[in-house]
């Protein structure tokens, strides 16, 4: 087979995530594509219709009602996909997804109708290429050229979101760094600045414009001194500064670092994506990501935070890590940045990957890796951050 010949028709076996159909379909990049699906799958289904639909093409026929009443019924599945091979031309068999019933008697019923090994594959999400039933090399995703971003990874799960926003008189880099250089000298001051948040959330716009935040007060200097002021300050850039000396500061502080060891490709960097499900699919609720990077068919999905009590980290790292799952499958990798420090990192790192009991549980970074990506202890050294990016 030929790595740069045209599948004629593709069947996908669709499950509860639909990333790694879409990846399979962008790698194969057939004539035309049938979603062999359920109805505890049709959701995933009409999403990767939409999102194939849009990314392949007119050219490119998907066709959404290849249906299976039983998806843990051997017969049905068969009977489906010798339906499906009978009406194509050349069929191509793409087994990652569905039930393991779907996977393994769809596999079985391509064989029997004289389906070719390959014209057969599966993916393989730890080496990010599609593995042949033949004798053929494995195809890497980057060499099909298969790209993803978050608006895409988003909308194959259903999910919209709301990205953090600038605006006229908020915190800019200069107070990010402001910030993140005095709390590196002392860590306790963040805990003091996300009280401060705390304090004037509590009371009303007008309480806060009587006792405001002097940043002056936990020796900082920002562009806004005084928050709020008692003039020159709506309410939502009075929101904006809370939300920023509280702990948003340390998203931003971390997706510059992110920037600056300048990474192959143009990844793209998203700060604050604030995500919800419409309707009644809701398996998770509305969530945050604090910081995404999609760098090719990679997601990593980074949580931040400024306290410091290893319960709340631990927290932190474990819902971090099913989010990234859920949404990246395999693909996706996880990190959990925070002020935590010594023997308390280890401890969590070990802790994570004993429950979780995989390679790729969340990755935990602290004060001690803050501080060497910042300088602290000579000149800026950014390669675990690296490493991680690059795994």
Known sequence: MDDNRRVDSLILLVGSNPLPNYLAAMALKPSKIHLVHTNETKRPKDRLHVALSADLGSSVTVDGDAFVDDPFSASAVSDKIRDLIAKCNAAHLHY???????????????????????????????????????????????????????????????????TRSSMNGGPGQTDVQTIATAVLQRPQLASCLYGERKRLEDGSFSEAKETPCNAKDYGVVLSAPVIPPKEAMNKRCFEAWCRFIGGEWLEDWVAAKITAVGLAGDPEITVGVNCSRAGTERPFGPFEVDVAVIRGQR???????????????????????????HMGGDLARSALVSLLSGDAVTELQEDVADAWGSANATRIFGLEDMKTWSGHYGSPNLGSLKDWLDS
Do not use: W
């Open 299 to 325: 997601s990593y999905f980074i949580s931040c935070t400024t306290d410091m009590t290893r319960s709340i980290c631990k927290s932190k790292a474990f819902e971090i890590l099913v989010r990234a799952r």
């Open 96 to 162: 990652t997804g569905g039930t393991k019933v779907m996977s393994a008697h769809a596999l079985k019923a391509f064989y029997e109708k004289e389906g070719r090994p390959e014209n057969a594959s599966y993916l393989d999400e730890a080496q990010t290429c599609l593995r042949f039933d033949g004798n053929l090399r494995n195809r890497s995703l980057s060499d099909c050229g298969v790209t993803l971003t978050l608006d895409r990874i988003l909308q194959l799960h259903g999910v919209t979101q709301k």
